[in-house]
């Protein structure tokens, strides 16, 4: 074989690490949410291809150490959380650095469809909280949530406003969910959905069922329909 199929790839190898390691240096004083060097600043000061620099950054993406924010570019990522702790939209994108923004389209009590009351463990027709928000995370629209509330565990809750937390609301009611379900499932935005998104209909999108539980008590149901390119689903899980 030719001695030079042989060096190259050891000294991209070696490439690889030094730049890996370079930008851990870098890093490791650094708080979360801090821009890490760009791959052009990395290409620069080590001579290297493009292709090198991002795979130094997708070991250190892997590790847990950066995080990639479409639309914004690299940043130090914050500790990893413990195992099942529960977080809202607004806790989850202060954790990311952002800062959260929530545009009530709609606010109402109404009469439970047979779905939702299946998933409040209520009667059909039951009254029940419906807060439709739009979510932005520094400005940039993230995603459409529906949520639905069971209005007897939360009397006069629309009476002064609606809460900049549902989850803070919740907690201060001592009904902080302590459980949840999840679904997530691929779709297509629908006509409705991508006006509201600002995306064309027929696009990709990630849909987040969930069912909300403290205590024993149903106390949510909500369906998040998300922008496929503003949002990244993080799971920690474990085998104890």
Known sequence: ?????????????????QVREHVRSLIEAQPPGSA??????????????RMTVRQALDALVAEGLLERIPGRGTFVAQPPKTAGRLTSFT???RRRGMLPESQTLLARVEQAGPGVARALDISPGDPVLHWRRLRRADQAVVCVEDAYLNEVLLPGFLQHGTPTSLYEALAARG????EVEDSISADRASADEAAILEIAEGDPVLRHARRAV????????SRTCYRHDRFTVYLQLNDR
């Open 91 to 93: 806790e989850e994108m």
């Open 214 to 221: 403290s205590d024993g008590r149903i106390v949510e149901v």
């Open 36 to 49: 890490a060097p760009s791959e052009r600043e990395l290409v620069a000061r080590f001579g290297v291809a």
């Open 175 to 178: 009904l902080r969910p302590t």
């Open 1 to 17: 074989m030719d001695p030079v199929d042989v060096v190259v790839p050891r000294q991209r190898a070696l490439k690889h690490v």
